[in-house]
Nanobody, 115 residues
Framework: QVQLVESGGGFMQPGGSLRLSCTAS????????MSWYRQAPGKERVLVAR???????EHADSVRGRFAISRDNAKKTVYLQMNSLKPEDTAVYYC?????????WGRGTLVTVSS
């Protein structure tokens, strides 16, 4: 069973940047999608970005141009670079890997954007 550990969350003022990392307990094949989701207080969990081989990275409309997903397969890690942060980016961010139709989730890392 794949285990995922997120890091890099914290408090940031609007306009600032953070980089989230998610490291897997085992090799994630490049064909297997790795994604970031987020869940704001009182709202559903939604897709932020996804990356997999053979396709361009996908980003939600709300973050396109500000966030960028990337992965380092050798390090078993996926990243989310978040720039120009806004208060509405405040959420718990979850890492996701989909393997053989099964979703694996990390425990999440909290990002708070406030002045």
């Amino acid at each position: 069973q794949v285990q995922l550990v997120e890091s890099g969350g914290g408090f940031m003022q609007p306009g600032g940047s953070l980089r989230l990392s998610c490291t897997a307990s085992e090799t994630i094949y490049s064909s297997e999608p790795m994604s970031w989701y987020r869940q704001a207080p009182g709202k559903e969990r939604v897709l932020v970005a996804r990356i997999r081989s053979g396709r361009d990275p996908e980003h939600a409309d709300s973050v396109r141009g500000r966030f960028a997903i990337s992965r380092d397969n050798a390090k078993k890690t996926v990243y989310l670079q978040m720039n120009s942060l806004k208060p509405e980016d405040t959420a718990v961010y979850y890492c996701n890997v989909r393997r053989d139709g099964v979703n694996y989730w990390g425990r999440g890392t909290l990002v708070t954007v406030s002045s």
